[in-house]
């Protein structure tokens, strides 16, 4: 240990001297810095691939080929590309909208009647459909059933049919999103339905009336669930359809990789710009509702 003299003429270990203690408004707030860079730690990881493929979409090929984050030259013709060589691309994004808003329509309604009946309507056997329900998050169904909706679908002759693609979407979907609008309506207490059933509500109005406007935050959240899963969902959409015309945007991207040959890597960030765009800004508009009902569900269990 080192010594040495201070003001007074005495002499202390160097240790004492150099050391201070930390600032008061660091001790104060330490969980919070730790809980915010690990938070800031998390959301660079997110972000910066997603940042990258943004600027390798802009880059000119020569920029492409160096490291560097920030293009040169930006190149804005790699969107006009990818919709030249791709003839369909129109008509694929457009199959991934009908398909997804179809099938976040149709199960969040399924769900919404489920989840009222389970909670509200007590039928005999409602346990039992919510064991099914949890029992059936634990099999990997789609591709354990892939071959059994394969054949269910050409026995319904929805094969190649981007149609036929809802329906099994949808199927495989519902069991959470059920699960999730019971927690949901679990929420509301049963004074409140009593009430409006006492007051001469039906059933379908006291549903309209007073239990979805106090589950519309359950409702964001399998929205978001729902349109994530159907927006990229591949293996079904290649089992169940051949024509490319007929395919969604997931499909058709896995083919643009497949042929790197010709697509330069910008070309490709294009593409990949253009199939995750949709959801983020789903998820952009709805965050707020999506954690708070997420919440409800958390403070619930």
Same mark, same amino acid.
């Given at each position: 240990?080192?010594?040495?003299?201070?003001?007074? =003429?005495?002499?202390? *270990?160097?240790?004492?001297?150099? $050391?201070?203690?930390?600032?008061?408004?660091?001790?104060?707030?330490?969980?919070?810095?730790?809980?915010?860079?690990?938070?800031?730690?998390?959301?660079?990881?997110?972000?910066?691939?997603?940042?990258?493929?943004?600027?390798?979409?802009?880059?000119?090929?020569?920029? $492409?080929?160096?490291?560097? +984050?920030?293009?040169?030259?930006?190149?804005?013709?790699?969107?006009?590309?990818?919709?030249?060589?791709?003839?369909?691309?129109?008509?694929?994004?457009?199959?991934?909208?009908?398909?997804?808003?179809?099938?976040?329509?149709?199960?969040?309604?399924?769900?919404?009647?489920?989840?009222?009946?389970?909670?509200?309507?007590? *039928?005999? &056997?409602?346990?039992?459909?919510?064991?099914?329900?949890?029992? $059936?998050?634990?099999? *990997?169904?789609?591709?354990?059933?892939?071959?059994?909706?394969?054949?269910?679908?050409?026995?319904?002759?929805?094969?190649?049919?981007?149609?036929?693609?809802? #329906?099994?979407?949808?199927?495989?979907?519902?069991?959470? $999103?059920? #699960?999730?609008?019971?927690?949901?309506?679990?929420?509301?207490?049963?004074?409140?339905?009593?009430?409006?059933?006492?007051? =001469?509500? &039906?059933?379908?109005?006291?549903?309209?009336?007073? &239990?979805?406007?106090?589950?519309?935050?359950?409702?964001?959240?399998? +929205?978001?669930?729902?349109?994530?899963?159907?927006?990229?969902?591949? #293996?079904?959409?290649?089992?169940?359809?051949?024509?490319?015309?007929?395919?969604?945007? *997931?499909?058709?991207?896995?083919?643009?990789?497949?042929?790197?040959?010709?697509?330069?890597?910008?070309?490709?960030?294009?593409?990949?710009?253009?199939?995750?765009?949709? =959801?983020?800004?789903? +998820?952009?508009?709805?965050?707020?509702?999506?954690?708070?009902?997420?919440?409800?569900?958390?403070?619930?269990?």
């Amino acid at each position: 240990m080192t010594f040495e003299a201070v003001h007074d =003429g005495s002499v202390v *270990p160097r240790q004492a001297v150099t $050391s201070r203690p930390a600032p008061s408004w660091f001790r104060e707030n330490r969980g919070a810095i730790v809980r915010h860079g690990i938070i800031i730690f998390f959301m660079v990881i997110i972000l910066l691939p997603l940042a990258w493929v943004l600027m390798m979409s802009v880059k000119s090929l020569p920029d $492409s080929m160096r490291g560097d +984050f920030w293009p040169q030259h930006f190149d804005f013709t790699h969107y006009s590309y990818v919709f030249e060589r791709i003839v369909t691309l129109p008509i694929n994004l457009w199959n991934s909208i009908y398909v997804t808003a179809s099938t976040v329509l149709i199960t969040t309604a399924c769900a919404v009647l489920a989840g009222y009946s389970l909670v509200h309507l007590r *039928p005999h &056997g409602a346990g039992v459909v919510v064991a099914v329900l949890l029992m $059936s998050l634990y099999f *990997p169904v789609r591709v354990v059933s892939l071959i059994s909706i394969y054949e269910t679908q050409h026995w319904l002759g929805l094969i190649n049919n981007t149609s036929g693609l809802i #329906l099994p979407y949808v199927t495989l979907q519902l069991a959470i $999103s059920v #699960l999730i609008m019971r927690s949901m309506f679990q929420l509301v207490p049963h004074e409140m339905i009593e009430a409006a059933r006492i007051d =001469g509500a &039906g059933h379908w109005r006291t549903l309209w009336m007073v &239990g979805l406007p106090m589950v519309r935050n359950g409702l964001v959240v399998i +929205f978001i669930v729902n349109f994530v899963t159907a927006w990229g969902e591949y #293996l079904l959409c290649l089992t169940l359809v051949d024509d490319e015309a007929k395919r969604t945007m *997931p499909v058709v991207l896995a083919a643009a990789q497949g042929g790197q040959g010709y697509w330069a890597w910008p070309n490709l960030a294009a593409v990949y710009v253009i199939v995750v765009t949709p =959801g983020i800004l789903a +998820f952009t508009f709805a965050q707020k509702l999506f954690f708070k009902g997420l919440a409800e569900g958390v403070v619930k269990g």
